[in-house]
């Protein structure tokens, strides 16, 4: 995945030239071409990256046929080359219209309950979610924790970050005064946008997919301590470079376990992985990480109680 990422990146003029060239093209034609672009891609990396995602698959989503498999990596290798193009060739030019969004009252809902302080939305990497935090940031003052150590990665996040999109960089600022700029941004009012199924061996321990695993506590954390809502999100591709966004019904953490415990984190981490598997399966073709995900399990898959 990230040898494709990387030849897309390479090249700053080569990229130029072909953003103030392919915006000519009618959207169809552009839809065409991509989806030509992702078959050919998918014919010639089966025996490696296509066959990693294929194994991964059948292996997280248990009863899937072979012919499904498939299926669903053809449609995986289709969203990536589309989230490609739009990151590298239309960031520019993105359009808030080619976003609809479902769930409109649940952040109106989300801002009330947070008592002029902010929330959080919560997302796994799934569709263009580069896309998804752009459109958040033209309706609320957003921030996002993101991880632009990778060479390959750091262009596609200096795109959006000129687009006025604020990141914090999880790999190079450190925890407490990470942890202190989102405390201080969702006091002020701000929206913190996070993507939960980042995976590092230092996180704690919780299940995913009923398996051992490693994910983040930041977003219970500080809905804990600050007693803000928890916006679960996803969003999808529902045709070409259209978009549906579905915002859920907030998550409110229970005031009185508002020490943010180590017990009610985990808990709420349990919650917040269950939303996220539960979007996986519902859009399984739409997920970023089938390419590596086995890299995450823990070896011994020891069972998280609540």
Known sequence: ???????????????????????????????????VIAYIGYLVARNGFIKCVETNLADVLGSSSKRKVKAL?????????????????????????????????????????AKGKGFIIYTPHVGNFFGYYWYFT???????????????????YLKFAALGCKGL???????????????????????????????????????????????PEGAAMLAYEQQVPIVP???????????????????????????????????TNLQL????EQVIREQPASWFYWFNVHERWEPDRQQIQA
């Open 138 to 156: 033209k309706r609320f003052d957003c921030l996002t924790v993101a991880s632009a150590g990778s060479p390959e990665l750091k262009p596609l």
């Open 73 to 113: 990596t053809r449609q995986y290798v289709r969203n990536v080359v589309f989230t490609l193009y739009e990151i590298v060739f239309q960031s520019s030019r993105l359009n808030e219209q080619d976003f609809e969004l479902q769930g409109e009252e649940h952040l109106q809902a989300a801002q009330e309950l």
């Open 233 to 267: 999100f996803y969003g999808y591709r529902a045709r070409g470079f259209k978009h549906r966004l579905v915002a859920g019904e907030p998550i409110v953490l229970n005031a009185v376990e508002g020490r943010a415990t180590r017990a009610a984190r985990a808990a």
């Open 273 to 276: 992985n269950a939303f996220m």
């Open 1 to 35: 995945m990230y040898e494709w990422i990387a030849k897309l990146t390479s090249s700053e003029g080569e990229q130029s030239r072909l953003a103030r060239i392919l915006p000519i093209f009618p959207l169809w034609l552009l839809s065409l071409l991509c989806s």
């Open 169 to 215: 960089d999880y790999d190079n600022v450190p925890s407490m005064e990470l942890y202190r700029a989102l405390k201080k941004h969702i006091q002020a009012g701000g929206v913190i946008f996070l993507l939960g199924d980042f995976w590092r061996p230092s996180f704690p321990l919780s299940q995913f997919f009923g398996r051992s695993t490693r994910t």
